[in-house]
């Protein structure tokens, strides 16, 4: 059974930094890419980020581009967020999610490419 943990969140002022993270369970993980999505009060899930098994070839939107950097651990089973620059409309619930077998990180990913997800972590940014 697939586990993910996400770990991290909390309150951070406009300009601060957070580093979240994520443990993996039951899954090969160095065979998985790895994706970080949000979803705000009242707003569709976004993704975030998405850094790939095979080459740690990474995605990020152009919202995050510059402020967010994923990375990977593959000893750790672990995948890391370390955003930077938070602005108040980075508050969010924070997900990380295994990509389906063989993905491929690109601009063309979205949730359905990702198959397990963990329970989320909150991200409050205040202005």
């Known amino acids: 059974q697939v586990q993910l943990v996400e770990s991290g969140g909390g309150l951070v002022q406009a300009g601060g930094s957070l580093r979240l993270s994520c443990v993996a369970s039951?899954?090969?993980?160095?065979?998985?890419?790895m994706g970080w999505f949000r979803q705000a009060p009242g707003k569709e899930r976004e993704r975030v980020s998405c850094?790939?098994?095979?080459?740690?070839?990474?995605y990020y939107p152009d919202s995050v581009k510059g402020r967010f950097t994923t990375s990977r651990d593959n000893a750790k089973n672990t995948v890391y967020l370390q955003m930077n620059s938070l602005k108040p409309e980075d508050t969010a619930v924070y997900y990380c999610?295994?990509?389906?077998?063989?993905?491929?990180?690109?601009?063309?990913?979205?949730?359905?490419?990702?198959?397990?997800w963990g329970q989320g972590t909150q991200v409050a940014v205040s202005s």
């Open positions: 850094i790939s098994s095979a080459d740690g070839h990474t």
């Open positions: 039951g899954i090969d993980f160095g065979y998985y890419a």
């Open positions: 999610a295994a990509g389906h077998l063989g993905l491929y990180c690109s601009e063309d990913v979205s949730e359905v490419d990702f198959g397990s």
